[in-house]
């Protein structure tokens, strides 16, 4: 069955910290992709990346980076140097290539991580 | 500019009554999805529809109904038989071209709750 879980439920640091959210997932499909989604005070969730499950290069963009694990069935999300606007929610996601009954694209969230970051 | 809007923003609402949350996207995506969202909870889904003129139950779909006439439009009704509709609604959109590759977007939320 697939699922994702975030194990931290909040995390609290303080500016200037380095971060790092874990991901773990579960599937059994041998095609599949992996999102990491911000969602801020506002509610509306944020787009931040997309890795499939063919490509385990590790990602960087600006102070975010992204450690993708086929191994360990891991998909961390980096923050460096954190601000008080990376303060949010953030979601961990994952969908299947072969999901049935139509079901192709459909996301399984992960419950999501609290991040707060103190100035 | 484009994107996804739902209104309103906030929605109060009696028990036994039932309410309908609106959906409407212009970045021509063929699919869009009803997600609930509880504190600590993550996103579950409600329905999903991938075409106009079709739609899909997901995991929570008891309690809820929804259409698919207009591409641009997926209006979600919260029932009556809702027994705990107070929560956090999110709408998403996708395109459907390359399947699970492509991310979706996401509306503002609706929040509602049952007094």
């Known amino acids: 069955a697939q699922k994702v879980t975030q194990a931290q439920t909040e995390i609290s640091v303080v500016e200037k910290e380095d971060v790092t959210l874990d991901c773990v997932y579960e599937?059994?499909?041998?095609?599949?992709?992996l999102f990491w989604y911000k969602q801020p005070p506002s509610g509306e969730l944020v787009f931040l990346i997309r890795?499939?499950?063919?490509?385990?290069q590790n990602e960087i963009s600006g102070r975010y980076s992204w450690n993708f694990q086929k191994s360990t069935s891991s998909f961390n999300f980096t923050i460096t140097a954190s601000q008080v606007v990376d303060s949010a929610v953030y979601f961990c996601?994952?969908?299947?290539?072969?999901?049935?009954?139509?079901?192709?694209?459909?996301?399984?969230f992960g419950k999501g991580t609290k991040l707060s970051v103190k100035p | 500019d484009g994107g996804i809007t739902q209104s309103p923003k906030y929605l109060f609402r009696k028990e036994g009554q039932n309410v309908t949350l609106s959906c409407e996207q212009n970045?021509?995506?063929?699919?869009m999805y009803w997600y609930r969202q509880d504190p600590g909870q993550g996103l579950r889904l409600i329905y999903y529809?991938?075409?106009?003129?079709?739609?899909q139950k997901g995991d929570i779909a008891e309690g809820y109904s929804v259409s698919r006439e207009k591409k641009e439009s997926f209006p979600l009704t919260v029932t009556s038989a809702q027994k705990n509709p107070t929560a956090f609604y999110l709408c998403?959109?996708?395109?459907?071209?390359?399947?699970?590759?492509?991310?979706?977007?996401f509306g503002p939320g609706t929040r509602l709750t049952v007094l």
């Open positions: 529809s991938q075409i106009v003129n079709d739609f």
């Open positions: 998403a959109s996708s395109t459907n071209r390359g399947g699970s590759y492509n991310e979706q977007f």
């Open positions: 890795r499939n499950s063919f490509d385990e």
């Open positions: 970045l021509n995506h063929d699919a």
């Open positions: 599937t059994r499909d041998t095609t599949y992709y």
């Open positions: 996601a994952l969908s299947e290539a072969h999901g049935g009954g139509g079901s192709q694209g459909n996301l399984i």
